[in-house]
Each structure stands twice: as structure tokens, then as C-alpha cells.
């Protein structure tokens, strides 16, 4: 039986892209969907184009507030309007592969899932990489520790399993997706197709780097609850280094990365030994935000068992960083940030 899937996309003031957006949810070989746009107080064009495009296609309805509410409370307007079964996140400078929809509902039923993002083309300027994100649950649930493995507009969900849990918070200022992953995932599905069906636009206006210190705050905060729901044991200065432990700020001091290394050897223990790889890949980010130390941190990284697995390439990267006395963030870096994080 075709379920009908209910698209729903907050936007206020991107009407030069959202065209471009919208056609990319029309031409779905998945068709039987309903398109649902909240314009968040636009002062532009937007609902003048939002009209136009809903004369020539029903499917599209529109919602409106003069003033803006935020993603979170949007998002949670649409889909209290919405009539699918499933809901689809989607951007307004996005744009979605002809068969992102049919594949994602495949795979979120054949696998059991209650939310499903994918992998995706990310796109910055004139530079071009292909993330693929974690597709199995149980990598997710721990990724979730240190960041949201699933790219918030790629996502396909259940709207039975957002309403059972109370949809979005309002009080996760620009990290409203990291909370609800880390809220569901201990007694929810989530996995990633793993193939790539849509293309993410970075861009200098955007959220996550328009508010890169609320954002942050706020991820700090979800980590630690998120530790508390996993039940793993932790004292206040342990949760303190979790919180921190993606901080976009270089490690200055070699104790700091020696502690990062323990209490991530620490976490490790409490997962199986498969999902390893990704407390390794968290140390070795920890590296990478202390390569300013230069050589000592590499050889303090290399001395960790969580090292011991690591793939020639990367231990030629941080070799390289760390001979360069590459510091985090620098301008030099952000070159490279791409193939570090990728």
C-alpha cells in the first residue's frame, strides 16, 4: 500500500533558492506526497513565489506567520498540519535526487527504521566531497555521543514516532535535530541509505555558521544529557571534557589531549568492539585540534590503543599537521578542513 509522505520545509527569506528547491520535491518518482512550506515571516518574495507555484501544483500548501518562529516551533507547525504517514525534511537550498523519497522509504522499511537520513554531496564555494555518514543504528546511537550523524534535511521519519515523543524542542537554539536524534535513539531506529541523494549547500549566511556559539552551547548541553540517557557512568569533570570534546577551539595543552584520550578509552569500553572505529575517529579529531602542539601530540596520539587501527592516510595527515604546527581553525586549515573531517 502507497502511504502518503508529507515534505515539510521552513523558510524565510531565501526565495532565490527555494524555487530551485521546491522542483527538486516535484519531480519525486515518489509522487503520492503533499508538499507543506511555512514562510517564517518573509520580507522578501517568498510567498508571492510560494503562491505562484501552488496555482500550477496542488499538492503544495503554505502556511504563514509575520513573525518568525524560530525552526524548531516551524517544523512543529507542519507537522501537527501535515496528513502523511511519513514525514521528509527538506531545505530551502537543498536539492533532492529524483528518487531520494523511493529509495528512502525502501530502505527505512526493509531495515525496520523509525527515521532515515542518507549519505549526500556537500557543496561549499567551488569545493565539491561526498559524505557518507554511519548507516547502521547501533554506529549511530554512539556517534550520537560527539555529533548528529544524520544530516537534518536528508531525514525520511515516521510522524507516529516525532508525535509519541513530543516533536521538536524549542530550547536547543540551532541544534533542535541533535536533541531530537539523542532523545529518540535510545529506544528508536535510526540509519542512513547508503547512497548519496541530495546535494547540501553551504553557504556563509547559514545557521551553522551564523551561530556558531549558541550552537555550540547548546550541543555541549545535549552531549551530557545524552550520556545520562545512555547510563553511562560519569563524574561532573567527565561530563565537563564530553561536553567539550567537539569544541570548535584548538587543544593548547598536551594534558588536555591526554585527558580527551582517557575518557575516550573510557566510553569505548562500554560498547562492542565492532563500533571501536568510532571512538577512534574522535581521537584522532582530538589530534587534529591539538596539531599546533606539533610532533608530541602525534606521538601522544600514536601511543593510544585507539590509534592502533588507524589507516595510513590519516596517520600521514596528522603527521604532516603536526610537523606543519597546523592550528585548528587557522585559515591555513580551513583549506583542508574538508579531507580532515570528511
Given at each position: 500500500?502507497?502511504?502518503?509522505?508529507?515534505?515539510?520545509?521552513?523558510?524565510?527569506?531565501?526565495?532565490?533558492?527555494?524555487?530551485?528547491?521546491?522542483?527538486?520535491?516535484?519531480?519525486?518518482?515518489?509522487?503520492?506526497?503533499?508538499?507543506?512550506?511555512l514562510?517564517?515571516?518573509?520580507?522578501?518574495?517568498?510567498?508571492?513565489?510560494?503562491?505562484?507555484?501552488?496555482?500550477?501544483?496542488?499538492?503544495?500548501?503554505?502556511?504563514?506567520?509575520?513573525?518568525?518562529?524560530?525552526?524548531?516551533?516551524?517544523?512543529?507547525?507542519?507537522?501537527?498540519?501535515?496528513?502523511?504517514v511519513?514525514?521528509?525534511?527538506?531545505?530551502?537550498?537543498?536539492?533532492?535526487?529524483?528518487?531520494?523519497?523511493?529509495?528512502?522509504?525502501?530502505?527505512?522499511?526493509?531495515?525496520d527504521?523509525?527515521?532515515?537520513?542518507?549519505?549526500?554531496?556537500r557543496?561549499?564555494?567551488?569545493?565539491?566531497s561526498?559524505?557518507?555518514?554511519?548507516?547502521?543504528?547501533?554506529?549511530?546511537?554512539?556517534?550520537?555521543?560527539?555529533?548528529?550523524?544524520?544530516?537534518?534535511?536528508?531525514?525520511?521519519?515516521?510522524?507516529?514516532?516525532?508525535?509519541?515523543?513530543?516533536?521538536?524542542?524549542?530550547?536547543?537554539p540551532?541544534?533542535?535535530?541533535?536533541?531530537?536524534?539523542?532523545?529518540?535513539?535510545?529506544?528508536?531506529?535510526?540509519?542512513?541509505?547508503?547512497?548519496?541523494?541530495?546535494?547540501?549547500?553551504?553557504?556563509?549566511?547559514?545557521?551553522?555558521?551564523?551561530?556558531?556559539?549558541?550552537?555550540?552551547e547548546?550541543?555541549?548541553?545535549?552531549?551530557?544529557?545524552?550520556?545520562?540517557?545512555l547510563?553511562?557512568?560519569?563524574?561532573?569533570?567527565?561530563?565537563?571534557?564530553?561536553?567539550?570534546?567537539?569544541?570548535?577551539?584548538?587543544?593548547?595543552?598536551?594534558?588536555?589531549?591526554?585527558?580527551?584520550?582517557?575518557?575516550?578509552?573510557?566510553?569505548?569500553?562500554?560498547?562492542?568492539?565492532e563500533?571501536?572505529?568510532?571512538?577512534?575517529?574522535?581521537?584522532?579529531?582530538?589530534?587534529?585540534?591539538?596539531?599546533?602542539?606539533?610532533?608530541?601530540?602525534?606521538?601522544?596520539?600514536?601511543?593510544?590503543?585507539?590509534?592502533?587501527?588507524?589507516?595510513p592516510?590519516?596517520?600521514?595527515?596528522?603527521?604532516?599537521?603536526?610537523?606543519?604546527?597546523?592550528?585548528?581553525?587557522?585559515?591555513?586549515?580551513?583549506?583542508?578542513?574538508?579531507?580532515?573531517?570528511?
Amino acid at each position: 500500500m502507497t502511504e502518503l509522505v508529507s515534505v515539510i520545509l521552513a523558510t524565510r527569506n531565501r526565495a532565490a533558492s527555494l524555487q530551485r528547491a521546491l522542483a527538486s520535491i516535484q519531480r519525486q518518482t515518489y509522487s503520492y506526497l503533499e508538499i507543506l512550506v511555512l514562510d517564517d515571516g518573509s520580507t522578501d518574495g517568498t510567498f508571492a513565489l510560494l503562491e505562484k507555484i501552488a496555482a500550477h501544483d496542488q499538492r503544495l500548501r503554505i502556511l504563514r506567520t509575520e513573525i518568525s518562529l524560530g525552526l524548531a516551533s516551524a517544523l512543529n507547525q507542519l507537522i501537527e498540519a501535515s496528513r502523511g504517514v511519513y514525514l521528509a525534511r527538506m531545505d530551502d537550498d537543498d536539492w533532492a535526487y529524483p528518487q531520494r523519497l523511493e529509495r528512502q522509504i525502501a530502505y527505512l522499511e526493509a531495515h525496520d527504521l523509525d527515521v532515515c537520513g542518507s549519505w549526500y554531496r556537500r557543496i561549499a564555494g567551488w569545493r565539491r566531497s561526498t559524505m557518507r555518514p554511519p548507516t547502521e543504528p547501533e554506529v549511530i546511537q554512539a556517534e550520537l555521543l560527539f555529533q548528529p550523524p544524520l544530516l537534518h534535511p536528508s531525514v525520511l521519519m515516521r510522524k507516529v514516532v516525532l508525535e509519541r515523543h513530543g516533536g521538536y524542542r524549542t530550547d536547543y537554539p540551532h541544534a533542535e535535530d541533535y536533541e531530537l536524534w539523542t532523545r529518540l535513539a535510545p529506544c528508536c531506529r535510526l540509519g542512513n541509505v547508503p547512497l548519496v541523494l541530495m546535494d547540501y549547500r553551504l553557504a556563509a549566511s547559514q545557521i551553522s555558521r551564523q551561530h556558531n556559539a549558541s550552537q555550540s552551547e547548546a550541543a555541549q548541553r545535549i552531549r551530557q544529557e545524552y550520556l545520562r540517557r545512555l547510563g553511562i557512568p560519569h563524574d561532573t569533570d567527565e561530563a565537563t571534557r564530553h561536553a567539550r570534546l567537539r569544541a570548535p577551539q584548538p587543544i593548547d595543552t598536551l594534558v588536555e589531549l591526554e585527558l580527551a584520550g582517557e575518557w575516550l578509552g573510557k566510553l569505548a569500553s562500554h560498547f562492542p568492539q565492532e563500533i571501536r572505529s568510532v571512538f577512534s575517529r574522535q581521537w584522532f579529531l582530538c589530534a587534529v585540534r591539538a596539531a599546533g602542539l606539533g610532533r608530541t601530540a602525534y606521538r601522544l596520539w600514536a601511543s593510544s590503543a585507539l590509534a592502533a587501527d588507524a589507516p595510513p592516510l590519516r596517520r600521514a595527515m596528522l603527521w604532516s599537521l603536526c610537523t606543519l604546527r597546523l592550528r585548528y581553525r587557522s585559515a591555513p586549515y580551513r583549506w583542508l578542513e574538508p579531507l580532515v573531517s570528511g
